[in-house]
C-alpha cells in the first residue's frame, strides 16, 4: 500500500539559512573593504611606481613590513642597481671616445680626461685653445672641439664649459678683469658646440677667473696649468637645470 507523501511547511528555512550566510559574507566584505591600511596601500603603490617607472629612487624610502614589501623593495634594488650600472658603462662609453678624438692633445698633456662623481670632466689647456690673453677660439682648436661635439650631439647630456684663469690681472677694453676673460671662453666654446649641433638648453657657459686653481699661481708652469677649459658631460643622476620661460610681462 502506497503511503501519501506530506507537503514539507519547514523548507523556507533552507532558503532563509542561505540569504543569511550570504548577508552575513556581505557584510564581512564590506569590513575588510573599509579596513585597507593606508599606509600599507599608499607603500605598495610606491613601490610598483618605483619598480616600474623612469626615475631611480633611493630603496631607503621603502620601508619594508611584510614579505610582500621586502620583495617589492628587492625589486627597486635589483632595477637601481642595473640602471646605476648602465649609466655607469654609458659615462665610461664617452670618456673613451673623447679621449680617442683628442688623443693628440692628451699625449702632449694639454687635455685630461676623467670621470667624476658629476659625469665626465675634460680638461683642456687654454694654449690649445686660445691665444694669450683672448677668448677666440684657433684653427686646430676648432677642429678638434667639432669632434668632441660629434660625440656629445649623440648622448643628449647636459654639459657645463667653465673657464679658468691664473691669478695675473688683466685690464684690457675688452676684458676689464679676469671674469670677463673666462666667462668669454667659455662662451666661445659653447657657441662652437652649438654651431655643431648640440641643444642650447642643455648648455651652460660659466667664467670662474682664479677662484678654482688645480695648482698654485706661484710659478709659470702653474699659472699655466691653471688656465684652462673645463667641459663636464653630466651624468643623467645630476637634474637638468634648464629655467622655463616665463610668460609674465612687465606692463
Known amino acids: ?121 675634460v680638461e683642456i689647456n687654454a694654449s690649445a685653445l686660445f691665444n694669450q690673453g683672448d677668448a677666440v677660439l684657433q684653427g686646430s682648436a676648432i677642429n678638434t672641439l667639432a669632434e668632441v661635439a660629434k660625440v656629445l650631439e649623440q648622448v643628449d647630456l647636459a654639459i657645463e664649459v667653465e673657464g679658468h684663469t691664473d691669478n695675473i690681472p688683466i685690464n684690457t677694453q675688452q676684458f676689464p678683469s679676469n671674469w670677463e676673460l673666462s666667462s668669454a671662453r667659455a662662451s666661445s666654446v659653447v657657441r662652437l658646440f652649438i654651431g655643431h649641433g648640440l641643444t642650447p638648453r642643455y648648455l651652460k657657459a660659466i667664467g670662474s677667473a682664479a677662484n678654482y686653481p688645480v695648482t698654485s699661481n706661484d710659478t709659470a708652469e702653474g699659472r699655466a696649468r691653471n688656465r684652462r677649459i673645463t667641459v663636464t658631460i653630466l651624468s643623467p643622476s645630476f637634474e637638468r637645470t634648464a629655467p622655463a620661460p616665463k610668460d609674465s610681462a612687465i606692463k
Open 1 to 121: 500500500m502506497r503511503h501519501k507523501e506530506h507537503d514539507n511547511h519547514d523548507r523556507w528555512l533552507i532558503s532563509y539559512a542561505d540569504f543569511i550566510t550570504l548577508l552575513f559574507a556581505f557584510f564581512v566584505v564590506m569590513y575588510a573593504i573599509s579596513s585597507v591600511n593606508e599606509s600599507k596601500y599608499q607603500m605598495f603603490s610606491a613601490s610598483l611606481t618605483s619598480a616600474f617607472g623612469k626615475q631611480i629612487v633611493k630603496s631607503e624610502a621603502i620601508v619594508p613590513t611584510s614579505e610582500q614589501d621586502l620583495l617589492l623593495k628587492s625589486l627597486v634594488d635589483r632595477r637601481n642597481a642595473k640602471l646605476a650600472e648602465q649609466q655607469q658603462e654609458a659615462m665610461q662609453d664617452i670618456a673613451k671616445k673623447i679621449n680617442q678624438v683628442m688623443s693628440a692633445l692628451v699625449k702632449n698633456g694639454q687635455v685630461s680626461v676623467m670621470q667624476t662623481n658629476r659625469g665626465v670632466a
